[in-house]
Each structure stands twice: as structure tokens, then as C-alpha cells.
């Protein structure tokens, strides 16, 4: 199994700035995906940042210049840091794996598998 054990967020004021953490365990040999998602009230739960293989990131428009998100180089460690923070970014946020599971020698032995963390509330005042 992956554990997925998120710290950071809390309260902050209209343009403030938050840490998000995401640390990552378990018995995955490699990592497709990592990401944060957020859900506000009301609303569906969307990606706000990612990161693929290879190392690329994506954005949400809505935080592109304001939100950043890198990991270690060991994969271990999801961070998303929040600048010049908005009440609309008031939500609860959730990292995401997409690990390869099995036995990393036979493909045909591994399989994809895709793990939450707790989630963590971050409340922007105006």
C-alpha cells in the first residue's frame, strides 16, 4: 500500500502565502503522476497542479504565477507553494499519486494504482 500524509495549509489573508506538504510511503517502485487537487464548496474536486514523469508541470490557469509545485528528486515529497492567495482559492486540498505497484523486473507483473492524501483545508480571508 502508499501512504499518502499531507501537512501545511491553515488560515491565511487575501494575498498571503501557505505550504502545502504531501510525503509519500509505501511499496511503489516508481511514480506516472504526482498532484494537487482542490475542492471548494459546492464544487467538483479539480487539479490545481501536476507533475508528470518526466518532471513537467501544469497549471491551472486560475493559479498559474501564484502556485508552485515541485517535488524531491527521490519522488518522496509533493509541495505546493501558494502565493498571493485569493478568497476563491478557500477549498480543501488534496495531493495525488499515480504509482507502479508489483514487481518492477516483469511489466506484466506491475500494475498502476492511484492514492489520496487526508486533505487539508486552506481558508483565504478577504
Known amino acids: 500500500q502508499v501512504q499518502l500524509v499531507q501537512s501545511g495549509g491553515g488560515l491565511a489573508q487575501y494575498g498571503g502565502s501557505l505550504t502545502l506538504s504531501c510525503a509519500a510511503s509505501?511499496?511503489?517502485?516508481?511514480?506516472?503522476?504526482m498532484g494537487w487537487y482542490r475542492q471548494g464548496p459546492g464544487k467538483p474536486r479539480a487539479l490545481v497542479a501536476g507533475?508528470?514523469?518526466?518532471?513537467?508541470?501544469n497549471y491551472a490557469d486560475s493559479v498559474k504565477g501564484r502556485f508552485t509545485i515541485s517535488s524531491d528528486n527521490a519522488k518522496k515529497t509533493l509541495s505546493l507553494q501558494l502565493n498571493n492567495l485569493r478568497p476563491e482559492d478557500t477549498a480543501v486540498y488534496y495531493c495525488?499519486?499515480?504509482?507502479?505497484?508489483?514487481?518492477?523486473?516483469?511489466?506484466?507483473?506491475?500494475?498502476?494504482?492511484?492514492?489520496w492524501g487526508q486533505g487539508t483545508q486552506v481558508t483565504v480571508s478577504s
Open positions: 495525488n499519486y499515480v504509482v507502479r505497484m508489483g514487481n518492477p523486473r516483469d511489466i506484466l507483473q506491475s500494475y498502476e494504482a492511484e492514492f
Open positions: 507533475i508528470n514523469s518526466g518532471g513537467s508541470t
Open positions: 509505501g511499496n511503489f517502485f516508481s511514480v506516472s503522476s
